[in-house]
Nanobody, 121 residues
């Protein structure tokens, strides 16, 4: 499975960005796809994930109400719509996929390259 993330950039606080992650390869083994992020000097943390079978979602408390994860099944792509961005949302965002629905890194066996999101104050 290959994951290709895109959509990062520089935005002012209060602005919006949309990240995309396209999956290719042997994707039949994927049960859910989501996003993590890692700020400089910090651990990689869970952001959101979406289960392919029924669309169930999980969000980190820090992004609830501001971020929305969605999918396009035909394109094997998930999106992360990020609204009301804050400087503390600045990080490298990683797309991930796995076969155990959850928020732990161990639930994800596939990782894409990161895309940088910078939110200026």
């Amino acid at each position: 499975v290959q994951l290709q993330a895109s959509g990062g950039g520089l935005v002012q606080a209060g602005g919006s960005l949309r990240l995309s992650c396209a999956a290719s390869g042997r994707i039949y083994g994927i049960y859910h796809m989501g996003w993590f992020r890692q700020a400089p000097g910090k651990e990689r943390e869970f952001v959101a994930t979406k289960r392919w079978s029924d669309g169930s979602t999980l969000y980190a408390d820090s992004v609830k109400g501001r971020f929305t994860i969605s999918r396009d099944n035909a394109k094997n792509t998930v999106y992360l719509q990020m609204n009301s961005l804050k400087p503390e949302d600045s990080a490298v965002y990683y797309c991930a996929a796995g076969n155990v629905f959850g928020v732990d890194r161990s639930s994800y066996g596939y990782w894409g390259q990161g895309t940088l999101v910078t939110v200026s104050s």
